[in-house]
């Protein structure tokens, strides 16, 4: 079983920056892509950010792209998401997904944690 916590959310002002955390409880979390997503009050769910087992391939949502930086550290069961230059309508509940090796989707999420950027 999976288990993925995410931390770091908060509070900050427009054109602040804020560093997700995501630790994963998994024996081999390198078998795992492992992405962002968010979800902004009455909106869907979108995908925000991905990174290969490796670390070496990452892929960005358009409304990002420049902005966010997603990284990870295997030795340590965690993957990042480095928020620059927040704007309001980045607030949102933002989720860490874990998707194995051999899964078309992402079926492993967090519980989420609230960003909220102020203007």
């Known amino acids: 079983q999976v288990q993925l916590v995410e931390s770091g959310g908060g509070l900050v002002q427009a054109g602040g920056s804020l560093r997700l955390s995501c630790v994963a409880s998994v024996r081999t979390f390198t078998s795992y892509r492992m992405a962002w997503f968010r979800q902004a009050p009455g909106k869907e769910r979108e995908f925000i950010a991905a990174?290969?087992?490796?670390?070496?391939?990452?892929d960005y949502a358009d409304s990002v792209k420049g902005r966010f930086t997603i990284s990870r550290e295997n030795a340590k069961n965690t993957v990042y998401l480095q928020m620059d230059s927040l704007q309001p309508e980045d607030t949102a509940v933002y989720y860490c997904a874990a998707r194995h090796a051999f899964q078309a989707t992402y079926e492993h999420w967090g519980m989420g944690t609230q960003v909220t950027v102020s203007s």
């Open positions: 990174m290969s087992w490796s670390g070496t391939i990452s």
